[in-house]
């Protein structure tokens, strides 16, 4: 019989230790090992052949592809365009984000539109009750919705039930909870989560099931254990949203079968998530007079323009080092913005605590984000406000150059549907219905708003 070991596996990035330690050599986190159970796989063990006839893998030419299968609509656009146009059959898909962010809502909710254009669903819940599900599908309106519920951890049962079922779209709440008894580990550990993971996606590939599987997120942003997960699963797509605040985005940050620069809004409501086809105006923040730090960018998320306030303050810094802080934006990216407005323009952030914020929970990774941030930061400043009926995008180089973002012409329509009347961008920028002033160095926006001196 193999000898059995006791090995320690950092839940956080899967390294293994013949020892327990309070932080793991791979990935420097504390108090990530956990005990336990190998069995040593033999080295070579696997290179004699099976002895069984004919059991080798069969090959096939690139040309023997038929044409991919067809999509399953959620009837969900903000869904279906975050994964792509829709559930690709045999694929598995890890939904991720914060406890109470959503997830389970928005998949019973999909569940029961897919259930009710005729796709046999499975519904398996390991974290709740039947009746918790059940309640949540009243308040949703979805009771009579022909989905088949099970709240079940045990992945044998659950396998053996879903083979029998053959269901076309299976929903697992979560992956954390679920447990296969062949696994030496408690459920929610690297080595159950991964083992869990795998026999649901060859489940998935086997069948032509097309499967999503809820993953917790911890503190940190990550979901919870497994890293791993992410690369046995097609796509991967986070539930994102702020406390308090009901906007609820879904972004893609990985696809084997679409894009992963779109994103889905939602509102949570009553009666649960209500989708945003047009979420340009939610970011906006409160309408009325501008304060000084405030700026729009207007930017473009996949296919669709998004515009959002940028916030910045610059408050005296009692002592030390400056503090700064920032929400939904890169800090990294912060602190370049500040050093090119030290050496270009002469605005000195030095004895000031930068604080920016991305109004409604969003965040931004698009470079043409640069200058509005400038602006807002210049506002902030200056205590002087922007001019109220402008927005601002183009990126910024060390050099102090503005660079030309992509789409202008769609940043700028937006811009115009929205009621705004001029836009700082990049040189070349041209609007028929705004009116652009043209930044083609940094020292250009500081000067129209009376900081700093072009240098
Ligand atoms: P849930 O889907 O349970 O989150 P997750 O599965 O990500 O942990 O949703 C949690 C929150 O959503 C909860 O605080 C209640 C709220 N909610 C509503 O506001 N409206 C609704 O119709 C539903 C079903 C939930
Ligand atoms: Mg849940």
Redesign the pocket.
Known sequence: MAKTDTIFVCQSCGAISAKWAGKCEGCGAWNTMAEETARPVVPGALSTPSGRKGKGIAFADLSGFSDPPARLSTRISELDRVLGGGLVPASAVLVG?D???????LLLQAAAELAQSGAAVAYVTGEEAEAQVQD?AR??GARDAPVKLAAETDLRKILDGLRALKPDVVVVDSIQTMWADGVDAAPGTVTQVRACAHELVRFAKKSGAAILLVGHVTKDGQIAGPRVVEHLVDAVIYFEGERGLPFRILRAVKNRFGPTDEIGVFE?????LLETPNPSALFLGVSGRRASGAAVFAGVEGSRPVLVEIQALAAPAAYGTPRRAVVGWDSARLAMILAVLDTRCGLGFGGRDVYLSVAGGLRISEPAADLAVAAALISALADAPLPEDSVAFGELALSGDVRPASRTELRLKEAAKLGFKSAFAPAGAEGDKVAVRAIARIGDLAAVLGAGAAH
């Not at 949570?268 to 649960?272: A, K």
């Open positions: 984000g406890p109470g962010v959503g997830k389970s809502t949540r308040r949703l949570m409501g009553e009666r649960g």
